[in-house]
């Protein structure tokens, strides 16, 4: 069993590109959740969701920002026109069911130069 | 009210000493309550998780604590050892979905 798999490991953007950050679940998790770490800090949720569908996107900006989980293929986190302040470690966590005893990826550290 | 505020920020042990890290809520609907511990590089990992219908809970050398009446719970780490130096989040959950809310985290060290 692989893990939850994230890529990049690394993403360097450039203020004002897109960045889209990856994450495959654990085999038979249809849940997925993203959460984002700044320096020093806790982890904050942005949002759940299962396949094709948003959960709860309560931690996502309302700008810039949106995720997917189509039918097939990975999650993405798609962050557009970046600015420094979205350098983060973005996690992903997966999980069989509504459980909360989910498993994390290791993250994918965004740098905005 | 979604608050979860973990204490202390850093913490330093010797070799074999217990470690200690402490946690508060405010909101009584959170039901759930895990610790996460994660390494420098790595994504967080699941520790121990407690509910509320119990006051304590074990596994090897981690316990957690948990105080319903005051809204804290605390992870106690026995015996600690140089390994278990890393950052530990305490989280808590509730019923409406399935978002976690993270303490800011203790950098633990445990010197040999």
């Known amino acids: 069993n692989a893990g939850v798999m994230q890529n990049p490991r690394h993403l360097v953007r450039r203020r004002g590109q897109e960045a889209r950050l990856r994450c495959s679940p654990m085999?038979?998790?249809?849940?997925v959740y993203w959460y984002r770490q700044l320096p020093e800090e806790g982890l904050k949720f942005m949002v759940y969701?299962?396949?094709?569908?948003?959960?709860?996107e309560s931690g996502m900006p309302k700008e810039r920002f949106s995720a997917e989980f189509p039918k097939e293929g990975p999650s993405i986190l798609r962050i557009q026109q970046v600015v420094r302040g979205d350098s983060a470690a973005y996690f992903c966590?997966?999980?069989?069911?509504?459980?909360?005893?989910?498993?994390f990826g290791s993250g994918t550290r965004l740098t905005v130069v | 009210q979604q608050q979860v505020k973990q204490s202390p920020q850093s913490l330093i042990v010797q070799k074999g000493g217990i470690s200690i890290i402490n946690c508060a809520y405010e909101?009584?609907?959170?039901?759930?309550f895990p610790w996460y511990q994660q390494f420098p590089g790595k994504g967080p990992a699941l520790l121990i998780a407690?509910?509320?219908?119990?006051s304590e809970k074990k596994e090897g050398r981690f316990t957690i604590s948990f105080n319903k009446s005051a809204k804290q719970f605390s992870l106690h780490i026995m015996d600690s050892q140089p390994g278990d130096s890393a950052t530990y989040f305490c989280?808590?959950?509730?019923?409406?979905?399935?978002?976690?809310?993270f303490g800011e985290g203790t950098q633990l060290t445990v010197n040999p």
């Open positions: 909101n009584t609907a959170f039901d759930y």
């Open positions: 966590a997966s999980s069989p069911a509504d459980n909360r005893g989910y498993t």
């Open positions: 989280a808590a959950g509730g019923t409406s979905g399935s978002r976690l809310t």
């Open positions: 085999k038979g998790h249809s849940h």
């Open positions: 969701l299962q396949k094709e569908n948003i959960i709860d």
């Open positions: 407690i509910r509320p219908d119990v």
